[in-house]
């Protein structure tokens, strides 16, 4: 066969790949959010109260965390091909019967059932793209990690749609003829990799500390005002402390080998992690200073907050050509760089009031520098390990991905009590806003240490 066959067969099958992958994640992605605002719904038609109707959300998102530290295991084990359709199958059919639930408890248990399913498609998704991807990595992944950014964002859109127009039930069944295609498209498109397959022992001891470790720490963060939060915080820590040690001693046998953490790898996780965590530290704190210091009401900030979008939007599908251009560092550090200069404004405007033309302006330019910071540190991580890595490398990826937005979250939401304590609420959240330019910085600094091009990343 020719270069030139052989190069268009390669782009056939990432295409193929990329769109059943794209399915799956877009769909568990934009269910994390789905629900957020049909609550006062379900719970007058399912005659329950808040408290228990927020586990439908809770549940879902907690039962998502618990299932990620098994994805490189359960990969190495039955192959991402048959993974991935029965993950697929499971979160069509839990979907299903989400919709068919006539008690919050029924709908809670669904939805846990509907996250330990898809808590395994995104990074999945990345996998199965990083493989087929080779040289054109940089843009591949940015068509990857898209449903990751667009699915929470259209979530709560098409919720808002189908309840102007029908019952809460088609939130759920909206899902089931997708899932169907997908599931169809999967078994036809995706390539056979018996041979990829790896098993290993799991390690047992790894899985009972890591992912009970994950949800408290995030169940913790999410209630970090009240004592049970920040006792569940301490043992979520206390967990990942007795992991490292086990992971060490077990080595290449550990749920999550640690040795990955080295170079490259170690530099794009440092930066996912500081990354996520500015982003959605930024994404809490500015609607809770829109609303609670400048007066806006949830609908007027939802609109103010479009640029933001907009801005990550612009990047996102030519981030791969921006990287072969400028290089994997230089689009990196230029982005970290822009998302730490428009967060100076925010200093200013908790002390000195809101400037619509500069919040637009700022939160545009910030939009543009989140999404070419995400990116460039995802293709160096994947471009330097082996291939036989890869499904260990998703899944420490997206562990730290997962981590890095409460950590940060919450010691925003701790130092803006602390700071309110102290003086007044403006100060409170100029102190915040310091802070995050502070992590922004550290992000600039970690940009910097990423390879200068994708082909000085490889392993």
């Given at each position: 066969?020719?270069?030139?066959?052989?190069?268009?067969?390669?782009?056939?099958?990432?295409?193929?790949?990329?769109?059943?992958?794209?399915?799956?994640?877009?769909?568990?992605?934009?269910?994390?959010?789905?629900?957020?605002?049909s609550l006062?719904?379900?719970?007058?038609?399912?005659?329950?109260n808040?408290?228990?109707?927020?586990?439908?959300?809770?549940?879902?998102?907690?039962?998502?965390?618990?299932?990620?530290?098994?994805?490189?295991?359960?990969?190495?084990?039955?192959?991402?091909?048959?993974?991935?359709?029965?993950?697929?199958?499971?979160?069509?059919?839990?979907?299903?019967?989400?919709a068919?639930?006539?008690?919050?408890?029924?709908?809670?248990?669904f939805?846990?059932?509907?996250?330990?399913?898809?808590?395994?498609?995104?990074?999945?998704?990345?996998?199965?793209?990083?493989?087929?991807?080779?040289?054109?990595?940089?843009?591949?992944?940015?068509?990857?990690?898209?449903?990751?950014?667009?699915?929470?964002?259209?979530?709560?859109?098409?919720?808002?749609?189908?309840?102007?127009?029908?019952?809460?039930?088609w939130?759920f069944?909206?899902?089931?003829?997708?899932?169907?295609?997908?599931?169809?498209?999967?078994?036809?498109?995706?390539?056979?990799?018996?041979?990829?397959r790896?098993?290993?022992s799991?390690?047992?001891?790894?899985?009972?500390?890591?992912?009970?470790?994950?949800?408290?720490?995030?169940?913790?963060?999410?209630?970090?005002?009240?004592?049970?939060?920040?006792?569940?915080?301490?043992?979520?820590a206390?967990?990942?402390?007795?992991?490292?040690?086990?992971?060490?001693?077990?080595?290449?046998?550990?749920?999550?080998?640690?040795?990955?953490?080295?170079?490259?790898?170690?530099?794009?996780?440092?930066?996912q992690?500081?990354?996520?965590?500015?982003?959605?530290?930024?994404?809490?704190?500015?609607?809770?200073?829109?609303?609670?210091?400048?007066?806006?009401?949830?609908?007027?900030?939802?609109?103010?907050?479009m640029?933001?979008?907009?801005?990550?939007?612009?990047?996102?599908?030519?981030?791969?050509?921006?990287?072969?251009?400028f290089?994997?560092?230089?689009?990196?550090?230029?982005?970290?760089?822009?998302?730490?200069?428009?967060?100076?404004?925010?200093?200013?405007?908790?002390?000195?009031?809101?400037?619509?033309?500069?919040?637009?302006?700022?939160?545009?330019?910030?939009?543009?520098?989140?999404?070419?910071?995400?990116?460039?540190?995802?293709?160096?991580a994947?471009?330097?390990?082996?291939?036989?890595?890869?499904?260990?490398?998703?899944?420490?990826?997206?562990?730290?991905?997962?981590?890095?937005?409460?950590?940060?979250?919450?010691?925003?939401?701790?130092?803006?009590?602390?700071?309110?304590?102290?003086?007044?609420?403006?100060?409170?959240?100029?102190?915040?806003?310091g802070?995050l330019?502070?992590?922004n910085?550290a992000?600039?600094?970690?940009?910097?240490?990423?390879?200068?091009?994708?082909?000085?990343?490889?392993?």
């Amino acid at each position: 066969m020719s270069s030139v066959a052989t190069e268009r067969a390669d782009t056939a099958l990432i295409w193929k790949v990329g769109a059943v992958a794209v399915m799956g994640s877009f769909l568990s992605q934009m269910d994390a959010t789905v629900v957020n605002v049909s609550l006062p719904t379900l719970v007058r038609d399912l005659h329950s109260n808040l408290s228990v109707m927020q586990w439908v959300t809770s549940g879902y998102l907690l039962a998502l965390a618990f299932m990620l530290p098994m994805n490189g295991w359960l990969v190495d084990r039955i192959g991402a091909r048959r993974l991935y359709m029965i993950c697929l199958s499971t979160f069509t059919v839990s979907s299903a019967l989400c919709a068919a639930a006539s008690s919050a408890e029924m709908l809670v248990a669904f939805r846990v059932l509907q996250g330990l399913s898809g808590g395994l498609l995104a990074p999945m998704a990345q996998l199965m793209m990083a493989r087929v991807a080779g040289k054109n990595m940089a843009r591949v992944m940015g068509y990857a990690t898209l449903p990751i950014l667009l699915g929470p964002l259209v979530g709560p859109v098409i919720a808002g749609a189908i309840l102007q127009h029908a019952s809460w039930h088609w939130l759920f069944l909206i899902n089931v003829p997708v899932g169907i295609i997908a599931v169809l498209c999967a078994m036809f498109l995706l390539p056979n990799d018996e041979a990829e397959r790896n098993p290993r022992s799991l390690d047992l001891t790894g899985l009972a500390i890591l992912s009970p470790g994950m949800v408290l720490f995030l169940y913790g963060a999410d209630h970090v005002r009240e004592r049970i939060g920040m006792v569940l915080l301490s043992i979520a820590a206390l967990c990942l402390v007795f992991f490292v040690r086990h992971a060490r001693l077990r080595g290449d046998d550990a749920l999550v080998d640690l040795k990955l953490f080295h170079g490259t790898f170690r530099v794009a996780a440092m930066t996912q992690f500081l990354s996520n965590g500015a982003v959605y530290s930024f994404q809490l704190m500015l609607p809770y200073l829109l609303v609670r210091q400048m007066g806006f009401s949830p609908a007027k900030v939802g609109w103010l907050l479009m640029p933001l979008g907009l801005g990550m939007l612009l990047v996102y599908p030519s981030n791969g050509w921006l990287q072969e251009r400028f290089g994997i560092r230089r689009l990196a550090v230029v982005g970290a760089s822009i998302v730490a200069l428009t967060t100076v404004p925010f200093v200013l405007m908790s002390m000195r009031g809101l400037s619509l033309p500069v919040l637009v302006i700022a939160l545009f330019l910030r939009g543009m520098g989140q999404g070419a910071i995400g990116l460039p540190s995802i293709t160096s991580a994947y471009l330097s390990v082996p291939r036989r890595e890869l499904p260990m490398a998703t899944t420490s990826m997206n562990i730290v991905q997962r981590l890095g937005g409460p950590t940060l979250t919450t010691l925003c939401a701790t130092l803006l009590a602390w700071g309110m304590e102290q003086g007044t609420q403006p100060a409170a959240f100029a102190w915040v806003f310091g802070f995050l330019c502070l992590i922004n910085l550290a992000v600039v600094a970690a940009t910097l240490r990423l390879p200068l091009r994708a082909s000085q990343a490889h392993a």
